[in-house]
């Protein structure tokens, strides 16, 4: 059955609303004011309902129109959301990037790339933080396209790695933690006293990580690294931080360097999976080997 609604007439209706006279939405539309009141009459005779109540000095909508008008701007974003769907697949660049990151990389780090994105491609950029195994999960179950996080010294098969730099980590704890009054030396016997503050894995199918984790060790557990810094800023427990992310609270005067421990390093490394290739997932890749810096 053929619906006398049409796009134009939903069209119409949205400018008459937001105008709020038949003139200026004819205005806006380069229409002459009777060719709309002629469609309008035309949808209310087709449909057999009052869309307009004409009583007054000014035309309002009925409540069968304002229904037409709610539901029909659903109907035209719907309708522009799938216009412009098909013109960025039509030239080769993907709807949706979904770009995951091991939580310890600031997000900050991947702006400039979805701002420079944005100058050339309408693609929807979604930033995924993931922690541990989380990580390549999200890579091997298609959860993410691109993923940027610490090597693993087994790689999948089906995957492509290239190497962006490394990151440091320090072991820190609030400035007046009782860890900082200690004696001696710093070895795991003396570390498993302290609670440890971690982030929990994001794996869903996979078995969870843990790093630096002693098995007889108070542990309290986060989900994202901002929370991570709160708890160890407040005085919960000790645990390593990126030295970028640390440095800044350390000048702060809200967190301390632990004495006896060790700076660790490790690669960092961007990956994707070979078999799905567009045009914004190969821009990415690019942009980030080239300009890739820690902020």
């Given at each position: 059955?053929?619906s ?32 709309l009141?002629y ?18 000095h ?5 409540d ?11 109907i ?13 697949l ?8 979904t770009?995951?990151?091991?939580g ?24 995924q933080?993931e ?8 890579l ?8 940027i ?9 089906d ?12 072991w ?5 933690h ?22 929990s ?10 790093v ?8 309290m557990t ?15 427990g ?22 006896g421990?060790?700076?660790t ?20 890749i ?10």
């Amino acid at each position: 059955m053929h619906s006398p609604i049409t796009l134009e007439a939903l069209y119409i209706l949205d400018a008459i609303e937001r105008r709020g006279s038949f003139a200026a939405a004819a205005h806006e539309l380069n229409r002459a004011p009777s060719s709309l009141s002629y469609q309008i009459q035309k949808l209310e005779q087709e449909l057999d309902i009052i869309i307009f109540d004409r009583s007054g000095h000014k035309a309002n909508f009925t409540d069968s129109g304002r229904l037409l008008l709610d539901q029909g701007r659903l109907i035209l974003s719907a309708t522009d959301k799938l216009v412009n769907d098909a013109t960025v697949l039509a030239n080769g660049w993907e709807l949706d990037l979904t770009i995951a990151y091991d939580g310890i990389i600031p997000v900050n780090n991947f702006f400039p790339m979805v701002s420079s994105l944005g100058d050339i491609s309408k693609t929807r950029v979604r930033l995924q933080e993931e922690i541990l195994a989380g990580c390549w999960e999200s890579l091997a179950t298609d959860r993410a396209d691109l993923l940027i996080c610490p090597r693993l010294d087994t790689l999948p098969h089906d995957v492509k790695v290239e190497t962006l730099g490394s990151i440091s980590f320090v072991w820190v704890a609030a400035t007046e933690h009782y860890v900082h009054k200690r004696r001696g030396v710093f070895d795991e016997e003396a570390r498993q006293k302290y609670r440890i503050i971690a982030i929990s894995d994001t794996a869903r199918e996979q078995p969870p990580l843990s790093v630096n984790i002693l098995h007889k060790q108070p542990r309290m557990t986060v989900t994202t690294m901002a929370a991570k810094c709160e708890a160890l800023i407040d005085g919960l427990g000790i645990g390593t931080l990126p030295k970028q992310v640390a440095d800044a609270y350390i000048a702060q005067g809200k967190l301390r360097l632990i004495d006896g421990t060790d700076m660790t390093t490790s690669e960092l490394v961007l990956a994707w999976r070979r078999n799905k290739m567009g045009e914004a997932k190969s821009w990415c890749i690019q942009y980030l080997k080239k300009h890739w810096k820690m902020i």
